[in-house]
């Protein structure tokens, strides 16, 4: 028997890994929309930060430790701003960091709109997961995951929730300014919300 096929390939559990119709993918509005999400939602995360520090004081921060593990001093890399030295070379890893992983989440999206999942808070549990918990002990930049006490867990697991929720509204925003047509999607979904858009119109 041959499988059930959608618009763009083979249907999978909850529609998780269909694909968007071809037609309605424009990855290079979606590269640069994810840079830009990127660079606010990075400063949105610093901003959660301050108000829920994950780290105790004596803790360095990760951008820090992967700088002096290259033997680099971040106190070199600094400019002045109102009588403060302000680190760019620490910055530049945040915000690096924020516009890859935000960059990867708007290409991926053209491709698999279920990315998008919980407007994008199903992708920052994720990269939560990958980042804190996997990656940055690996590297050493931080101490094994079930060594972190409770609060750096708490405020990083729901910082990286609200990081992807704004970057969401702006990769949105900016793709639409972009590319002058809505997010990539399933045939079948496209032409589902086209009805219903028409119908609206028709009870005008």
Sequence with gaps: ????????????????????????????????????????????????????????????VPPVTFLKQRGIDPDEYTYPYNGNQVPWGVLAVHFGFSVVTVAAYSVAAEYFPKVRLLGGAAYGIGAFVVAHEIVLPR??????????????HASEFFGHIAWLLEAEVVRKAARLAIAGVPDADTRTNALAKLADTARAALKR
């Excluded at 050493?140 to 995951?145: D, F, I, K, N, R």
């Design 1 to 60: 028997m041959t499988a059930a096929r959608n618009d763009a390939g083979v249907k999978t559990p909850f529609g998780l890994l269909d694909m968007s119709a071809p037609e309605s993918r424009r990855p290079g509005a979606a590269l640069v929309a994810g840079v830009v999400a990127g660079l606010s939602s990075g400063a949105v995360k610093m901003g959660w930060e301050s108000l829920l520090p994950p780290r105790k004081p004596d803790r360095e």
């Design 139 to 152: 590297l050493g930049l931080s101490p094994a995951a079930k060594d972190l006490p409770v609060e750096e």
